[in-house]
């Protein structure tokens, strides 16, 4: 119990510490749905792997209608764990979700359905997120997949493969930006960097510096 105390105490602390509209521990308490959410994940994951799993999945249903975040109790999350704006969040239920994680509105850690070789479907469904991740409003991130630590997910996002620790992926399907951030360890709010720069906007930039050459070097030549 009193680990579950300080496994909390750290997902409030996780609020003051990236939301700089939150001043105190109540406030967050009070005023985070977010926050909220995951208190009733902690409760409802304790009942889960205690075997009450029909009285866990209720209660997490009253969670997701009075916060409007949805988290499967059999989903594993470590601590310092914080949710922005809280709503239109899903995280399914064999999603595993490592220490001090971000996500904002509109999230879905989602499942695909995954055959074996003997045509069943496979138990993991849900990705499996690291250490340190941010991962930006609207991003979807789909199927059993492993996103490193470190990682930065843009905002709309669609992740559906594996993203090596320390990068930051953009666009649908998401893609690696030019600028690789490994080993930064550094916040940054709905996973942008302002010194990163997407590749095929990159690429379209640099089409339109040389169309412009050539025609600019075609009216030289009528002169």
């Given amino acids: 119990m009193k680990t579950k105390f300080k496994i909390i105490l750290s997902d409030i602390d996780a609020v003051i510490a990236r939301d700089p509209a939150t001043k ?25 792997k205690k075997n009450f799993r029909l009285t866990a999945r209720v209660l997490s249903q009253i969670a997701r209608f009075l916060t409007g975040v949805e988290i ?40 695909v359905t995954v055959f074996n070789k003997n045509g069943k479907i496979t138990a993991k469904r849900h990705p499996t997120l690291g250490n340190n991740v941010v ?12 996103i490193g630590d470190d990682v930065k997910i843009g905002a709309n996002a669609v992740v559906l493969k594996d993203v090596a620790s320390g990068q930051t992926v953009v666009g649908v399907p998401a893609h690696e930006t030019l600028k690789k951030h490994s080993g930064d360890h550094k916040f940054h709010p709905y996973g942008v960097n302002p010194a990163d720069k997407d590749p095929v906007e990159y690429r379209l930039e640099q089409l339109e510096k040389e169309l412009a050459k050539i025609k600019s070097e075609l009216s030289g030549n009528k002169n």
Avoid at 135 to 146: C, E, M, R, S
Wanted: neutral net charge; hydrophobic residues 45%; aromatic residues 8%.
């Fill in 24 to 48: 105190s521990r109540l406030e967050a308490l009070l005023c985070s749905a977010g926050l909220q959410a995951i208190i009733a994940y902690r409760g409802c994951h304790w009942l889960w």
């Fill in 72 to 111: 499967h109790p059999a989903a594993r999350i470590g601590k310092g764990f914080f949710i922005d704006h809280g709503m239109g969040v899903v995280i399914g239920e064999t999603t595993e979700i490592g220490n001090n994680v971000t996500l904002y509105h509109g999230v879905t850690l989602g499942g």
């Fill in 135 to 146: 991962v930006g409003a609207g991003a979807q991130v789909l199927g059993p997949i492993n």
